[in-house]
């Protein structure tokens, strides 16, 4: 079982960053694939962001790029979203998944681990 626990979330301005991070309570978090997804309120779950268990693949959903840096620490288990440049519409509560198979997949029935989440909030 891997248990994931985000941190990092809080209120923001506009224009403003913050920086999500995912521990992940694993032995072999090196061969899980990550990913970022985010859910506002009356919105479907979408993927953000995701970071293949090597490190050197990250995807990214088309609203994202440029503003969202996904990376990882394989040494401390611990998966990151760095977020710039915010906009009132990236407000949402961030969750952070483990992918068994060790991909970055955008289809959210294939990860296998889900966290919590932690909220975002950007005002205007």
């Known amino acids: 079982q891997v248990q994931l626990v985000e941190s990092g979330g809080g209120l923001v301005q506009a224009g403003g960053s913050l920086r999500l991070s995912c521990a992940a309570s694993v032995r072999t978090f090196s061969t899980y694939g990550m990913g970022w997804f985010r859910q506002a309120p009356g919105k479907e779950r979408e993927f953000v962001a995701g970071?293949?268990?090597?490190?050197?693949?990250?995807n990214y959903a088309d609203s994202v790029k440029g503003r969202f840096t996904i990376s990882r620490d394989n040494a401390k288990n611990t998966v990151y979203l760095q977020m710039n440049s915010l906009k009132a519409e990236d407000t949402a509560v961030y969750y952070c998944?483990?992918?068994?198979?060790?991909?970055?997949?955008?289809?959210?029935?294939?990860?296998?681990?889900w966290g919590q989440g932690t909220q975002v909030t950007v005002s205007s």
């Open positions: 998944a483990a992918d068994q198979s060790g991909a970055a997949t955008t289809i959210i029935r294939l990860y296998d681990y």
């Open positions: 970071i293949r268990r090597s490190g050197g693949s990250t």
